[in-house]
Every structure is written in structure tokens, then in C-alpha cells.
């Protein structure tokens, strides 16, 4: 075994591979404060006073990996808030740095979804198509047709079907011919019988017309057969039964293989899930006092942890006339008990300064304003 030097209250970091991972070796405040944290974690330890039985390597690995750990839990929680923003950018560009800012891309998103079974837009293609009419045949199988079309077998789903009556208009006729206001033959008078039906838009208002097609329509829908069509599992029936093979009937479907495929984004390096959301380990030089506090802290915890698990490879060392027993039991069970304290107080103070408690906390701090301002007398104008 390698004859190992304990602690000798010179800590010196060096360059080269001083950490294990050599994570923030390059900065500068990194070795200044590694330095400083050894001594500071010996000295807590109780050094001069006993022996440390770890060497300066032991405490720069423990401030490595509270800096780690720092880090971990700052972007964790900051990924938590910024997910749904952030999904679907590009891996390649570090977020440490940057503010993330709420974005409806992702409401954008299922609202096209939404947009395609509303048929008011989406993010695929509608497709249209003509089925040709046979005459005394009511039901037609559209599956067959769509792969006459070359679409796969189930792939298509009807989303319309253009098959209604002509309108109003078309059929409108003179209800007042032989009444004493013949507007037909007013207007073929003045030669406007080829170009109009008989409306009264030459004498009367547009909204008396309109009146006339609604009262058209409600008649054909009440007293006649009216135009209609049943789908069912892309089975069309149609009323009434076409009378001749000149009817076309056109339809608007999309295909579910591409709704299908839209659902999901491809292209590789995008964030898609939180453990590739692209969060790096912190700039060590960039951390504030508040934060290299808590790192001191939790340094100090992890070598106790360290000279806990090193001091108990014996339970007592014997002495002459005597035997000393080591406090191993000791220093892991404070060690644990204080890195778990500063996790728990790191996160709720994450908490407290997310972008919800914010918010909450604005506003109450608006409307305790507003109370004090209404106690402000107002000014009484004299003239």
C-alpha cells in the first residue's frame, strides 16, 4: 500500500488532474477557493488539534462534488419550470445561460390538433375527391375507392361531404306572378329575365329576399325529401337514391397514417426528454456568495462523511496502558443529517424563488399597495 501524507494544513492545488472528473480545475475562483475550503473543513475538523486523516486530494474531491451537486439542483429545478418550453430545441446549445421565456409553441401545437378535427386548419393535408354517382345506387364503399385513389385499406377518414341540395336561389320562383305584381314580367320588360330569377332586389331590400330563400329552404327541409347522407366506418349512404349516372358527389378526408405521423416531431439532436434538455455543470466563477456558501457547507459535510468512513476501518487503535476510540459513527451520522438539511433548504429556496411563488408574491405585494395608497387623504382643492 502507498504511503499516503494525512493532511499537513498546506493544501496546494496544482495544475494538472488535481479532481477526479477536473470539472472546474480551469477556474481560477475554483482553485483559490479549493484551497481555502481545505483549510476551512480541517480546521472545523478540528486540525491542529487531531490529526486529518485525509490528504489535500480528499478535499478538493468533496468541493468538486458539491459544486456538482449545487449545479444538479439549480438546473434541475430550472428544467422543471422550462420543460414545455424548451422540448423540441436544439441539444447543441447550452442553456445555463440563457432565460428561458413562456412560449404557446406547445398549446400551438395540440391546438392544430385540434384544428384538424374542427376542420379550421391543423398541421396536414386535406385532401379532396370525386366519387361518381350511379343511378338507383344509394351506398357506396370508400375504402374501395380510396385504394382505387392508391391510399392503404383504413387509411382515409371522412371529414366532409359535399352533398346538399341546389340552392334557394336557383329555384327560386315568382310566388306573385298573377297577382297584380308580376316582377317577372317587370323584368323581362327591361330585358333582365335571361340574367335574374324573379327577386324583388330591384324594388325591395336585400333582407326580404333573404327572408324568401330561408322560407324556401325550411319549405324543402319540412315538406320534401330533403338532401342528406349517413357515414358509417367510410360507408356512405345517401338519400334520396340518385335517378341518373351524372351526379358527381365530392368529399374532403384525410389520411390517419399522416395525423398519426404528426403527433410526432422527428430530427435528431432535439431536446426530448428531461435528461437530454442540454444543462451542463455550472461556471464555478459565476456562482454568488449565497450559493458558494451552501457549497462550503455541504464540502465540509462530504469530508466528514469521508474521515467518518476512513476512521472506521478500526473502532478503537490501542495506546499503551490504554485504547482510543474513533468517532466514525459520529461524523457519518452528522454527515448525513447535514447534507439532507442543506438539500432540503437548497430546494425550498429554489421554491420560493420560482416563477409561481413570484407571481403570487407580486401580487399580494399589489394589492397591500393599494391598501396602503387608499389610505393616502386626498387633496382638497380650494379655489
Known amino acids: 500500500m502507498a504511503n499516503i501524507s494525512i493532511y499537513n494544513g498546506n493544501p496546494i492545488f496544482t495544475s494538472g488532474s488535481i479532481t477526479p472528473f477536473g470539472f472546474y480545475d480551469s477556474d481560477t475562483d475554483f482553485q483559490i477557493d479549493a484551497v481555502r475550503v481545505a ?52 441539444t ?20 392544430q390538433q385540434y384544428g384538424i378535427e374542427a376542420m379550421s386548419g391543423g398541421n396536414i393535408e386535406l385532401y379532396e375527391g370525386l366519387i361518381n354517382l350511379t343511378e338507383s345506387i344509394q351506398n357506396y364503399d370508400l375504402d374501395a375507392w380510396a385504394v382505387e385513389q392508391g391510399h392503404t385499406t383504413g387509411d382515409i377518414e371522412i371529414k366532409r361531404v359535399f352533398y346538399e341540395a ?39 331590400p336585400v333582407s326580404y329576399d333573404i327572408a324568401k330563400f330561408q322560407a324556401i329552404e325550411f319549405n324543402d327541409q319540412i315538406r320534401k325529401s330533403n338532401y342528406s347522407f349517413e357515414v358509417h366506418n367510410n360507408k356512405l349512404k345517401i338519400f334520396p337514391i340518385p335517378t341518373s349516372n351524372i351526379d358527381t358527389l365530392k368529399i374532403q378526408y384525410i389520411l390517419k397514417s399522416e395525423r398519426a405521423a404528426a403527433a410526432i416531431q422527428s430530427g435528431s439532436g432535439l431536446v426530448t426528454n428531461v435528461g437530454n434538455a442540454p444543462y451542463t455543470n455550472p461556471t464555478y ?4 456568495s449565497v450559493g458558494r456558501s451552501w457549497i462550503f457547507e455541504y464540502t465540509l459535510a462530504l469530508v466528514k462523511e469521508m474521515l467518518g468512513y476512513v476512521r472506521g476501518k478500526y473502532s478503537s487503535v490501542p495506546i499503551p496502558g490504554d485504547a ?49 395608497l387608499s389610505e393616502v387623504p386626498f387633496t382638497i382643492y380650494i379655489g
Open 39 to 90: 483549510k476551512f473543513c480541517a480546521n472545523r475538523l478540528g486540525y491542529p488539534i487531531v490529526d486529518i486523516e485525509l490528504d489535500s486530494g480528499s478535499f478538493f474531491t468533496a468541493f468538486e462534488e458539491a459544486v456538482t451537486v449545487y449545479g444538479n439542483e439549480v438546473y434541475a429545478y430550472k428544467l422543471k419550470e422550462n420543460y414545455l418550453s424548451i422540448e423540441g430545441v436544439s
Open 92 to 111: 447543441g446549445s447550452n442553456l445555463n445561460d440563457k432565460i428561458i421565456n413562456d412560449t404557446l409553441s406547445r398549446i400551438i401545437a395540440t391546438s
Open 166 to 204: 341546389p340552392p334557394a336561389i336557383v329555384r327560386y320562383f315568382d310566388p306573385y306572378a298573377g297577382t297584380g305584381t308580376d316582377l317577372q314580367g317587370l323584368l323581362q320588360t327591361f330585358g333582365f329575365g335571361n340574367y335574374s330569377p324573379g327577386i324583388n332586389f330591384l324594388l325591395m
Open 285 to 288: 466563477s459565476e456562482i454568488n
Open 324 to 372: 482510543v476510540t474513533l468517532n466514525q459513527s459520529d461524523l457519518i451520522a452528522s454527515a448525513n443529517t447535514t447534507k439532507e438539511t442543506l438539500i432540503n433548504k437548497l430546494r425550498d429556496y429554489l421554491d420560493q424563488t420560482s416563477r409561481e411563488k413570484l407571481l403570487e408574491s407580486r401580487t399580494k405585494e399589489t394589492e397591500y399597495r393599494k391598501k396602503e
